[in-house]
T-cell receptor
Framework: AQSVTQPDIHITVSEGASLELRCNYS??????LFWYVQSPGQGLQLLLK??????LVQGIKGFEAEFKRSQSSFNLRKPSVHWSDAAEYFC????????????FGKGTRLSVIA | DVKVTQSSRYLVKRTGEKVFLECVQD?????MFWYRQDPGLGLRLIYF???????EKGDIPEGYSVSREKKERFSLILESASTNQTSMYLC?????????????FGQGTRLTVV
């Protein structure tokens, strides 16, 4: 069965500091991987996705993520965090075919302090 | 611009009422989903549909039903609302036959059952 683990429930970083949010997945075949962001009271917005090819993917708002098959990880990074990045972040995994839903992690809440 | 629209941002209903949450997508996507989001639990799948009139139970279908009479519309029904169904409800859609896509989300419906 597919599963996604986000080990950190809540992270606080200073504005301008670097950020890494962890995501580990369990999946039997090549996964499709996603990071979403949710601002308070809003729906989820896609930050980036990995389907195949280059294992370092660039997304919106200056985010990037690296797929590491050997570690079953897809960690999200940003070199310099802005106060507007405070939100909840969700990692998700999906199958490459068929009518199957995405499976989401429980999310990591990011707080940004001055 | 792709769009998933949920009929209400906020709803307040009484215990025992029948509640309809509506979701419409304009992307001709085959798959549609209803998730429930609660603090600390992430997104949990209630039901999904991979075609008109087709539905599959997700992880937490109890107390809910769904309807998909047209491809673009997917409704979530609470037959008799209870206070433990107070939550944020998120609708999403995903394409398949025109190429795998990520899931696109609506803005969410915050339901309070009193």
């Amino acid at each position: 069965a597919q599963s996604v683990t986000q080990p950190d429930i809540h992270i606080t970083v200073s504005e301008g500091a670097s950020l890494e949010l962890r995501c580990n997945y369990s999946y039997g075949a090549t996964p499709y991987l996603f990071w979403y962001v949710q601002s308070p009271g809003q729906g989820l917005q896609l930050l980036l996705k990995y389907f195949s090819g280059d294992t370092l993917v660039q997304g919106i708002k200056g985010f990037e993520a690296e797929f590491k098959r050997s570690q079953s990880s897809f960690n999200l990074r940003k070199p310099s965090v802005h106060w507007s990045d405070a939100a909840e972040y969700f990692c998700a995994v999906g199958a490459s075919s068929g009518n199957t839903p995405l499976v989401f992690g429980k999310g990591t809440r990011l707080s940004v302090i001055a | 611009d792709v769009k998933v629209t949920q009929s209400s941002r906020y709803l307040v209903k009484r215990t025992g009422e029948k509640v309809f949450l509506e979701c419409v997508q304009d992307m001709d996507h085959e798959n549609m989903f209803w998730y429930r989001q609660d603090p600390g639990l992430g997104l949990r799948l209630i039901y999904f549909s991979y075609d008109v009139k087709m539905k599959e139970k997700g992880d937490i279908p109890e107390g809910y039903s769904v309807s998909r009479e047209k491809k673009e519309r997917f409704s979530l029904i609470l037959e008799s609302a209870s206070t433990n169904q107070t939550s944020m409800y998120l609708c999403a859609s995903k394409g398949i036959t025109k190429g795998f896509t990520e899931a696109f989300f609506g803005q969410g419906t915050r339901l309070t059952v009193v």
